[in-house]
Every structure is written in C-alpha cells, then in structure tokens.
C-alpha cells in the first residue's frame, strides 16, 4: 500500500526527517511512537503532501504509483485520508457541508445523518468546523469527515490526544470501524497511527510499530513489546540505545 | 473587554463628522432632478420582463400577493404599485400618507437631520417619493412587505425618503431592493429613511443593493427602538457601484431594546464603498450587535462601527471581518467604542487580512481543489447567521449571495 524510501523532509530551513523508511502493507496498521519533536507529524505532514514540508530527498510510493510531488487534494482523491491532531477552526463553513464533501460524488455510503449519529456528532452538523469544539470533540469531527471519506490508507495524527475517557471509546470503535477491523482477510484498508501515549492501543488492534526519534526510525516490533520498552525505559533510553 | 473611549461629541457632530469622511465627492449639479411621470400599474406583471428580473435578483417577486403581505415599486420618481395585502399592514407612497395622515408630520425628518449634509439638505428640498409602511397596534405579518427602488432614467438624481411605522407590540418583516435597469447607468440615489419600532414592536429590515459600476449612492437611515423593541436589520451589497456611502444610527431609548446590524458587502475593482452602523444605547438593558462581513475583489471598502454605551447595564458587541482576495483591493476596518458613563459593556473584535492558507489545505485534503476550498470558504464567510431571522428572509439572502459570488471570485 505505502512504500516510503530514504524520505527527508524540512520545513523552512529546519531539516527535520532524514532518510526514514517504512512499508505499510495493503490491509495492515502501524503504529508509529516517538517524543514530542521527534517529527511524527512531520512525516504524515509530509505524506499528505502539505506545501510547507518540503520532501528533500527520498521517494513516497503508493499503490505502486511514486506520489512524491502530488498535489494534496490529488493525493485525497486516490484514497489517502488525514486526521489532524489541530485542525484549523473554517468559521462560516458548517460541518455538514464539510462532510457533504467529504462524501463527494460515492454512491455507496452511509447517508450524512447515519455517519453523524455514528459519530455522535448530528449536533454539531449545523455548526461552523471545529469552532468551539472540545478535544473529544476535535476528534469525532475528524473521524466523521474520514468516515465520509472512506480512504483506504488512513494517518492519525494523536488521535488518543485530549480525549476523555467516555469519548475514547467512541473513538476507537470508529478507527475501527474506517480501517475495517471486522474484516480479516478481505480488508484492504491500511492505517499509520501516531502516538506518544499509546492509550488508543488499548481499543485498536496494530499489526507492527516502530520509533522515530531524532528524526529517523528506530526499534521495529510488534506494538506491545515497543510500548512496554518504552515504558520501561522511558524515550530516553530509546535515545541511550541508538548511541 | 475591549478599550472604552470618553468622548462628548454630541449625535449630531459625530453624524457630521462621519459624512465628511468620505473621500469619493459628488457633484449634485451633475444630475437632473425631475423624471417624467410614470402611469400606475394596477398589475405590477405589466412591467417590462428586464425591469422584473433585476427586481427579483433583488428579491422583489413581481405580482407575488400570496407570500408578501405587501408590495411597493417606485421607478425613478414614480410610484408605479403600491398594494397591501394584510389587514392592519399599509402600503402606500409617503407623499401620498403624508396627506392622508397629518399626524405623520411628528415622524417626519425626526431621526434624520435635515441639515445633516448636502444630499439630507437636497432630499429636504426637492420632490420625493418613497414607501411608508405601517403596522397596526399588534398585528403580526404573516409575511415580507417587499419594496423596490428603481432607477430607469440614465443621470437621475433619484430622491427617495421612506417611513415605516410598528407600532407597540407589531412585527413585520421587510425585503427591499434598490437596483437601476440593466443598462450602464451613473445616476445618484438618495434615500432617507425613518424607522420607528414601538414599545415591544419588531422589524426584521433585509436591504439588498445591486447598483451598477457609474452609480453614486447615498442613504440616509434613522431609527428608534423603544421598550422592549426588536430591530434586525440584514443589508447585502455584492455588486459593483462607483460609491456608496451610508451609516445608519439606531437609537435604543427603551429598556431591553435590541438591536443587530448584520452587513455583507463585497468591493469589485473601481467600487468604493463606505458603510457602517451607528447605535446609541440609551436605557438599561438595551443590546446592540453589529457584524460585518467585507470581501475586497479589487474595490475599497470602509467598514465602520460605532456603539455607545450611555446608561449603565448596557450592552455591546461589535465584529469587522475583512477577507482581501485581490492585491489591489482595500479593506479599513473602523471600529469604534464609547462608553460614557460607569457599567457598560462594549467590545468589538476587527480583522482583515487573507483566507488563511492552512483552511484551504484542511479542505484539500478532504478532496476538495484549491479553488473549490477557496469557494467554499468564501461562500461560508458571506453566509452570516442571523439569529431570528424568518427562514424566508434568510433564503433571500443566501440567493443573493450565491447570484453574486461568481461575480465576486
């Protein structure tokens, strides 16, 4: 599904990602850790194809087809979806149109006001996008509009972040339910989720996990035994094992 | 809260002071000021099919008596319909009311200062015509009152002064269109406007402008709120003009007066437009919010607002939002504050500036092109919420703005 090769990324003149490669199989979730600053949004920034992450070096393959340079709405159309971790507030741009697009012109999806009861969100459809909105709230919107737009490999950027724990739930059965989790062998959708705290792998099952940390990727494993290292030993002694 | 100014400029100097900040000048003796006498249409249908479709993109539905409580047309000097449709709702020329009623003689020039400017002065004294609505002692339309002011006469020096009376406890909403006929057109219009809202009476007032690129536009409007009043006054401008120039002064004289001043207006290249809405709070409890929303393709706008606060436990808010989508366009958002005494409440928020990069993106990346989210945006920025608005009058609106917004991108 996604093949990123020896990717470097700056933003202004920051170089943030140097050479960082991954693989995320057709049906497959991986989970990405890493600190704060480590540039974990940097690399789905940058793989969504937002203007302000320059790619400097390296290559982004999706389904076989090199997406380095494409533009971001090109790259939506073909399937990529995104969940901010702060989206922007559209005042005047209410969530029902927002979704409406989302749906664009699929014919066989679940009608707006089904997504929006699923996502508890239908009274939030004739609010303006994100104005107001609480951090739960932040992410049900998000995961409404991915929902809608139903992409076979999804990003979530901190998807468990300031979110409660009522809501949690909610958005663990929804992750579930965009990178279809009830299918085993005829799934095809595919998801890279970012996360400091790890708290959504206690409601979404990842297949592998990795670290990035200053940069680059570091430690492969199968998420839990990541997750344990890294609560044992802290990032810190990821970074301690890299010397 | 925001700063709070001191300030004893009277009304009628801060009135003044606000005309002769215009920059675009007239030039009265340029126009002519009489029009022939255009015959009464018993049946507005007759009228021709292109003076009917500029009035409807102005929301004026010709000949509609099932969904308007009222229909007034005026075409250059001419009252050429003027019907009601409800009882307890009038509909009629104000020279003609005038007559009727002289009892009309203490609302006439009452809210307005005839002595205010040149085109006040001028209005004072030259022939006029205009609607007068009047609601009775508690009726509630049932639906819009609709009027159109039109302009056929090329270089007319259109002279309009209007009065709509509610009376206590009335509501009553109103649709007018000002428009000239679809050819290229530099005359003038001035309109003066007197609106007096009762003790627990309500006006919903949906103006929608759409001039053309020579005309020269001056309204004049007062109002006054009493007890318990409700004024909403929602005014559209997406059209090109060459100027244009208005800023209408509520007054809040009875408590729990509300006022709101919603403003939509976009600048074309060669418009210049200098629009703002005055209100003065002058008894306990009384609310004022006034919203504009300001789109610059080229043209210079002048977004002004000015609240005064003058009793205490008094409120309002005032909000300039400026989006410039052409490197040659202007934007001067002027908000201004005065709190006169201890305990009001004023604040305003202003900004200009361009649609941000990052809402474009956050909408490309759910599939949408740039230009789609461009649109998208612009579209949502026009659509102001106005609360309480009757759904009818707010379906006007979105069409106006949807008729305009291709023009405008």
């Given amino acids: ?243 | 809260m925001s700063k709070v100014t001191k300030n004893n400029k009277s009304d009628k100097e801060i009135k003044q002071s606000a005309v002769s900040a215009s920059p675009t000048s007239i030039d009265l003796n340029s126009y002519v000021h009489e029009a022939e006498e255009l015959p009464y249409q018993k049946d507005p249908t007759t009228l021709s099919p292109a003076a009917k479709k500029r009035m409807s993109d102005v929301g004026v539905v010709v000949g509609d008596t099932t969904t308007r409580a009222g229909t007034y047309i005026q075409v250059d000097q001419s009252v050429v319909h003027s019907k009601a449709e409800q009882d307890g709702v009038e509909v009629m020329g104000t020279n003609m009311a005038l007559e009727a009623y002289p009892w009309l003689k203490d609302y006439w020039w009452k809210l307005v200062n005839p002595e205010a400017d040149e085109f006040t002065r001028h209005s004072n004294t030259h022939p006029f015509k205009g609607y007068y609505i009047h609601v009775a002692a508690g009726v509630k339309a049932t639906y819009p009152v609709q009027s159109c002011l039109y302009i056929a006469k090329h270089g007319l020096a259109q002279n309009v002064h209007n009065l709509v009376i509610v009376e206590e406890g009335a509501e009553l909403n109103i649709i007018t269109g000002c428009t000239v006929a679809p050819t290229e057109d530099d005359s003038l219009h001035i309109g003066v406007s007197e609106f007096y809202i009762k003790k627990g009476g309500k006006l919903s007032f949906t103006m929608i402008h759409n001039w053309a690129p020579k005309m020269a536009v001056r309204p004049r409007t007062g109002v006054i709120i009493e007890e318990d009043g409700v004024f909403l006054s929602n005014y559209i401008c997406l059209k090109p003009v060459h100027t244009l120039q208005m800023y209408p002064a509520a007054k809040c004289v009875g408590k729990n007066a509300l006022v709101r001043f919603n403003s939509v207006l976009v600048a074309t290249p060669g418009s210049h437009l200098d629009v703002g809405s005055r209100v003065l709070l002058q008894a306990e409890k009384t609310r004022a919010e006034i919203v504009a929303r300001t789109i610059s393709t080229g043209g210079t706008i002048i977004s002004r607002g000015f609240l005064s606060g003058q009793v205490p436990d008094c409120k309002g808010h005032l909000e300039c939002r400026g989006l410039i989508l052409n490197e040659t366009g202007t934007i001067h958002a002027i908000p201004e504050l005065e709190g006169t005494v201890a305990g009001v409440d004023l604040s305003h928020e202003a900004a200009v500036g361009k649609i941000a990069e990052e809402e474009i993106e956050y909408l490309m990346a759910r599939g949408l092109s740039r230009d789609q989210a461009v649109s998208t945006i612009v579209r949502g920025f026009l659509s102001v919420d106005i609360e309480g608005l009757p759904p009818d009058l707010a379906a006007q609106i979105q069409r106006a703005t949807d008729l305009s917004q291709q023009d405008a991108m």
């Fill in chain 1, 1 to 243: 599904m996604l093949e990123v090769e020896n990717l470097s990324v700056k933003v202004g003149q920051k170089q943030i990602l140097e050479n960082v490669s991954f693989t995320v199989d057709i049906g497959e979730t991986l989970v990405l850790f890493g600190p704060n600053g480590g540039g974990k949004t940097t690399l789905l920034m940058a793989l969504m194809g937002f203007p302000r992450y320059q790619v400097t070096g390296g290559r982004i393959i999706y389904k076989g087809e090199d997406i380095t340079h494409m533009p971001v709405d090109e790259r939506s159309k073909k399937g990529i979806g995104i969940l901010f971790q702060r989206p922007p507030v559209v005042r005047g741009v209410k969530m029902r149109d927002m979704v409406k697009a989302c749906i664009g012109e699929k014919k066989e999806c679940p009608s707006l006001e089904e997504l929006a009861q699923k996502s508890n969100m239908t009274d939030f459809l004739d609010r303006d996008v994100n104005y107001g909105f609480s951090g739960g709230e932040v992410k049900r919107s998000e995961l409404l509009q991915l929902l809608a737009q139903d992409p076979d490999l999804v990003l979530l950027d901190e998807p468990d972040s300031g979110v409660d724990l009522v809501n949690i739930v909610l958005v663990g059965n929804m992750i579930n339910e965009l990178l279809h989790k009830d299918k085993i062998r005829s799934r095809t959708s595919s998801g890279l989720i970012i996360t400091h705290t790890g708290h959504i792998l206690d409601y979404v099952e990842a297949d592998r996990a990795c670290i990035l940390l200053n940069g680059g990727i570091w430690c492969r494993g199968t998420p839990r035994e990541i997750l344990n290292s890294i609560k044992a030993n802290g990032y810190e002694g990821c970074a301690a094992c890299q010397k």
